[in-house]
């Protein structure tokens, strides 16, 4: 059974970090790309960050792009979102999503989500 559990949101001000992590479990994480999606309240889910699945390739959303990284580590089967400079806009529920190719990241296995809130 495939499982992919986030775990690091919270509340936060305007201005700081906050470093989410989704740990895999029943794949070979090696196989599949992850990424990073968030839904804010009464919004459609949107793409947030994506990586190859050796880590060489890396995709933003322009809303986040320098402020946010995206990491993984195969041999902890964990993939990482390190998030700065975060903005009341970026409140969300932030949700990992497991993929066969970086561009088909959304298309496989979902995590529960975790609350991100900043607060301004």
């Known amino acids: 059974q495939v499982q992919l559990v986030e775990s690091g949101g919270g509340l936060v001000q305007a201005g700081g970090s906050l470093r989410l992590s989704c740990a895999a479990s029943?794949?070979?994480?090696?196989?599949?790309?992850m990424g990073w999606f968030r839904q804010a309240p009464g919004k459609e889910r949107d793409f947030v960050a994506a990586i190859s699945r050796v880590g060489t390739i890396t995709n933003y959303a322009d809303s986040v792009k320098g402020r946010f990284t995206i990491s993984r580590d195969n041999a902890k089967n964990t993939v990482f979102l390190q998030m700065n400079s975060l903005k009341p806009e970026d409140t969300a529920v932030y949700y990992c999503?497991?993929?066969?190719?970086?561009?088909?990241?959304?298309?496989?296995?979902w995590g529960q989500g975790t609350q991100v809130t900043v607060s301004s």
């Open positions: 029943g794949l070979t994480f090696l196989n599949y790309a």
């Open positions: 999503a497991a993929g066969t190719a970086i561009a088909t990241v959304g298309n496989g296995y």
